[in-house]
């Protein structure tokens, strides 16, 4: 059983940071894509940045240049760093890693709770 555990959410407000955090708990034996997901009110959950297992990342075209993923692969951890927060990052972010568990026989995409982040003056 793999559970994904986010922190760091919150209020902000226009230009300021946060930072979120995501640990992935349990019988993970490896763990290879770790990232983030949002979604708005009445939107689409769309991808905002992921970072492979050797360090390969990918980043959404609107957070290129303020956001930046970070992963401390021995405790199965995966940060990001919002900078420069604008009121359409509004949205709740979700934690997601592809990971092969202990005794599984496959690879497995988790996704946490989520935690909501809200940008307003």
């Known amino acids: 059983q793999v559970q994904l555990v986010e922190s760091g959410g919150g209020l902000a407000q226009p230009g300021e940071s946060l930072r979120l955090s995501c640990v992935a708990f349990?019988?993970?034996?490896?763990?290879?894509?770790m990232g983030w997901y949002r979604q708005a009110p009445g939107k689409q959950r769309e991808l905002v940045a992921t970072?492979?297992?050797?360090?390969?990342?990918n980043y959404a075209d609107s957070v290129k240049g303020r956001f930046v993923i970070s992963r401390d692969n021995a405790n199965n951890t995966v940060y990001m760093r919002m900078n420069s927060l604008k009121a359409e990052d509004t949205a709740v972010y979700y934690c997601?890693?592809?990971?092969?568990?202990?005794?599984?026989?496959?690879?497995?995409?988790?996704w946490g709770q989520g935690t909501q982040v809200t940008v307003s003056s």
């Open positions: 970072m492979t297992g050797d360090g390969m990342t």
């Open positions: 997601i890693a592809r990971v092969f568990a202990s005794g599984a026989t496959s690879w497995f995409t988790y």
């Open positions: 349990g019988s993970v034996y490896r763990a290879n894509l």
